[in-house]
């Protein structure tokens, strides 16, 4: 599993460099080899055990991206317990929530944040404990583990379970509250194995990292690829155009990737002056659709033929364009080794021929167990005969290359991040000048989608767009807070009462 091929690295290359940590807070990069990882990785397992963490309890990790949220997941995972990453953006409410549904034991967060987040730690009985860090420097986390020997982890075992829950990645839906998909050692190593094999990973490969590592995207397909690979990874604390293309040519990496709007601005950070990333073995694009002009930019730029890819939370990866044959402008490739894909009629079930678009539905040991303490909505992700319905409309070429062309369920990408329209007219509907709200996403050359709220106001209220947008953004996560908001006496509904999107898009997405 996973675990152990990492666990056999640092006892074999202990003297390569894992992580090399570069941030605007340190004068110079901080390194890890491998040797170290491990033994650090001990001492935390040790200090979460001290702690009373065991098997299946959930470790709440909201810290911004740092070494110690690293140490902190892998130990957690380690240990048998589950780690459950989130965005440090969430402010109180949706933290709440999270913690809650969880049923966190242990929080870790932002020593910046404490006050910010202390009222979404109140009332929530299986939390034992808050532990704040600064990371702009590791020290806080150095007194948490210095008391403790690697030996101390000793006799804990890591998980021989594969169907074991290690890591919880909440992911919202159309309807109701966001929920905790559940993936577990085996997924993690299914998926890592299937990734190996499709884009080749090598044990002197360089990885610059500059995703955040609370998503799928940045935490298992980058960083545990790496890990996975015995490879060493350059990890930016965050994403700066001028730094990454610095990083990419001087370095030199041999690994990158990224989400749209990542390498819309590289495209922009290069415009004066171009480079060629020709060097580089594998560059991916994610997280969503990657337009076409964006895909020839990029070539005309660097010189380098994105390799596009899809995958979900839920699944990790499942197609992808090949590293050897043609990356196809628009398609998002071919399944992955182990991943079974299916197009089918979403009315009737019923297999499609090539060329007709369907419901995407996939099948393979990369797919999740199910979602947190949710038996109905697990049991309706899936079909009879097992396969997860990806909520995404596809169609796959008679010479087997996946195209999405839309989604089934109302959901907006914007920069890479999901957002669920009825999570923000939720919030919406908490306001009280706001009678009703319809969420749409409008085309945008920059974050893919932006997110505008129509919004009928309550009567004789009076409110204005910058309230709505204050309102939402102290209640949301900044990415999902709308851009624009455009007040209607009415929104259009069909007979049953639905609002037709497709209508307001039409109206206010010129
Ligand atoms: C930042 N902002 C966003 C945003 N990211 N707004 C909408 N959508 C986003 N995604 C806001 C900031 O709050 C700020 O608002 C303003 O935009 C400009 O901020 P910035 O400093 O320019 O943004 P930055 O921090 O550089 O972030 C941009 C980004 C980031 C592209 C680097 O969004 C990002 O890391 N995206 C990657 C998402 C990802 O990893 N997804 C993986 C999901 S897993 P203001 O108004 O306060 O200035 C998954 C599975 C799979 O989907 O297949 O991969």
Redesign the pocket.
């Known amino acids: 599993m996973f675990l152990d091929t990492l666990q056999q690295f640092c006892l074999r290359q202990s003297n390569k460099i894992a992580i090399e940590f570069v941030d605007e807070h340190f004068a110079r990069a901080k390194r890890v080899r491998y040797g170290e990882l491990e033994q650090i990785v001990l001492r935390t397992m040790a200090m979460l055990r001290v702690r009373g963490v065991g098997p299946g309890d959930r470790v709440a990790i909201q810290l911004p991206k740092c070494l110690p949220f690293v140490y902190l997941h892998l130990a957690v995972m380690r240990l048998g317990a589950i780690s459950l990453p989130l965005n440090t953006?969430y402010p109180a409410r949706e933290l709440a929530y999270f913690l809650g549904d969880a049923g966190a034991r242990l929080y870790f967060g932002d020593a910046a944040a404490q006050d910010a987040v202390s009222p979404a730690l109140a009332g929530l009985p299986a939390l034992t404990e808050a532990i704040f860090l600064d990371c702009t420097s590791n020290a806080d986390f150095d007194k948490l583990v210095d008391p403790l020997l690697p030996e101390d982890a000793a006799g804990i075992r890591t998980p021989a379970d594969p169907d074991a829950t290690c890591l919880m990645?909440y992911t919202s839906g159309t309807t109701g509250q966001p929920k905790g998909a559940e993936l577990t050692h085996g997924n993690l190593t299914a998926n890592l194995a299937s990734l190996h094999e499709a884009w080749g990973w090598q044990n002197d490969d360089v990885l610059l990292h500059?995703?955040?590592i609370?998503?799928?995207?940045?935490l298992v397909?980058a960083l545990h690829g790496a890990l996975n690979a015995g490879a060493t990874t350059v990890m930016h604390r965050?994403?700066?155009p001028a730094q990454a293309l610095a990083t990419l040519v001087q370095r030199p990496c041999s690994v990158f990737m990224?989400?749209p709007?990542?390498h819309r601005?590289l495209v922009d950070a290069a415009a004066a002056n171009p480079v060629s990333l020709r060097h580089l073995r594998l560059i991916t694009s994610?997280?969503?659709r990657l337009p076409d002009d964006l895909f020839a930019a990029f070539e005309a730029t660097f010189g380098y033929r994105l390799l596009e890819?899809?995958?979900?939370?839920e699944t990790?990866?499942?197609i992808s364009n090949p590293l050897h044959g043609e990356r196809r402008v628009g398609a998002v490739g071919l399944p992955l080794p182990g991943v079974e894909v299916r197009i089918v009629d979403p009315e009737t079930g019923a297999l499609l021929p090539a060329d007709t678009v369907g419901e995407v539905q996939v099948r393979g040991a990369n797919v999740f167990k199910g979602y947190w303490r949710q038996p109905e909505k697990s049991a309706a992700a899936f079909t009879a005969d097992g396969w997860f319905r990806t909520g995404d409309l596809g169609m796959c070429a008679p010479d087997g290359y996946y195209t999405l062309k839309g989604r089934s369920k109302d959901l907006i990408?914007?920069?890479?991040?999901?957002?669920y329209p009825p999570e923000v007219e939720l919030v919406l509907a908490d306001h009280p000048a706001v009678a009703a709200s319809a969420v749409i996403g409008c085309p945008d050359a920059e974050?893919g989608e932006?997110?505008v709220a129509v919004v009928v106001a309550a009567p004789g209220m009076t409110v204005s767009e910058q309230e709505i947008i204050d309102y939402c953004?102290a209640h949301l996560v900044?990415?999902?807070?709308p851009?624009t908001v455009v007040f209607v006496a009415d929104l259009p509904r069909n007979a049953m009462g639905k609002v037709q999107k497709a209508e307001l898009r039409q109206q206010f997405c010129a």
């Open positions: 953006g990645i500059v995703l955040p609370f998503h799928v995207h940045g397909v965050r994403f700066d990224g989400v709007t990542i601005r994610g997280s969503d890819r899809y995958g979900m939370s990790s990866m499942l990408i914007s920069g890479g991040f999901n957002v974050w932006r997110i953004r900044h990415y999902k807070a851009r």
